[in-house]
Each structure stands twice: as structure tokens, then as C-alpha cells.
């Protein structure tokens, strides 16, 4: 296991040397986006109209947002399951979207999307979005104020810690972590 200190929009040089199971700590801008605004994202893309971001290198966080309390840039912002978005991601990675991050496995489709469009998922701590949300620097809303909690949200992250469950290679951390236990 490697620890790596990743910089938000992601090069595709940086993917290249992350595996299954490294652990990363990423600095830079993260979009959120959960399951209606990646319907959006998505008719977008198929109507032809420009997107709220450009997707290139971009990297998109399904949060779990909580209000924000007074004095704070944001409130709990743990990842939600990321399964419920496998149906509109193919259509982003193959616009550029570079990274996800989220919790749970992904659709057999989404791992070979993302193995294609040389891409990476990296999962991150549930039930810990008190502590997550001290990675963030800055939030603002960019993208669809009106769906409220799930509008898109720019973020200003530094360390935010991740790991990474499918990388561009084709490997599956779930996969491996299931194979390991199944010999002893």
C-alpha cells in the first residue's frame, strides 16, 4: 500500500500510478453531485447544451451534505452510495470526468468505463462526514441551486484522505479484499 498526495483536477499521468488499495490524499477542487444533478449533467451532455463545469480532469464527489451551521463553510459532508449513479456515469467518463469518490461498489459497467476512459474510484469514510468536512476550505454552490441539498457544490479541499477501490489497471479493491479473506 502507498500513500499518494494527488492534486484535483487529476492528470491522467497521476492515475497511472495509483492501485487498488493506495491511499490518497487529495488537494484542489472537487465537485459534488448526487443523483439529480448527475441526470442533468447527463441531459446536458445529450442535447448538446455546455455543463455547469467542464468535466476534464474534474473530479466528482457523491456527498451526503448536512446544513451548515453558523461560522462553518459546510456541514457533514460524508459520501453517500455510489451504485445509485453507475446509470449516468459512463456517459460522464466519457466526457472527461477523470475521478469519482464515494462508498460501495461500483457496476461491473462502471469498473470497465472506467478501466476504458482511464479514470479512477476511490471510496472514502462513512459515517465520518464531521471529520471530512475539515478538509474543506471553501464551498459554493455552482450548478442547480434549486435542487437544494443536491445541487452542485465546488469545493475547496486540502488532504482530503481517500482510497482508491478501481483503478485505471482494471483492479477492484473489493474484489481483492474478498479474495484475500476467502484463504484464511
Not at 469498473?111 to 479514470?119: C, F, G, L
Not at 452542485?152 to 482510497?163: G, M, Q, S, Y
Request: aromatic share 8%; net charge positive; charged share 25%.
Amino acid at each position: 500500500m502507498t500513500t499518494w498526495n494527488i492534486a484535483s483536477p487529476i492528470e491522467e499521468d497521476q492515475l497511472a500510478k495509483l492501485h487498488a488499495g493506495d491511499h490518497v490524499s487529495i488537494s484542489g477542487i472537487v465537485y459534488t453531485a448526487r443523483d439529480a444533478a448527475h441526470k442533468r449533467l447527463v441531459e446536458a451532455l445529450k442535447n448538446g447544451l455546455p455543463l455547469p463545469f467542464n468535466l476534464h480532469g474534474q473530479t466528482i464527489y457523491y456527498m451526503g451534505p448536512s446544513p451548515t451551521r453558523s461560522g462553518q463553510i459546510i456541514g457533514s459532508c460524508g459520501p453517500t452510495t455510489s451504485k445509485r449513479m453507475d446509470d449516468f456515469t459512463l456517459k460522464l467518463l466519457s466526457a472527461g470526468l477523470r475521478a469519482m469518490i464515494g462508498k460501495g461498489e461500483r457496476s461491473q459497467g462502471v469498473r470497465e468505463a472506467i478501466k476504458k476512459y482511464h479514470s479512477v474510484y476511490f471510496v472514502t469514510y462513512g459515517g465520518a462526514g464531521a471529520l471530512l468536512a475539515k478538509t474543506v476550505r471553501k464551498a459554493e454552490v455552482v450548478a442547480y441551486p434549486e435542487l437544494e441539498a443536491e445541487s452542485i457544490l465546488r469545493l475547496e479541499v486540502e488532504r482530503f484522505p481517500a482510497i482508491v477501490a478501481n483503478d485505471i489497471h482494471g483492479r477492484n479493491l473489493f474484489e481483492e479484499q474478498i479474495a484475500k479473506y476467502r484463504r484464511y
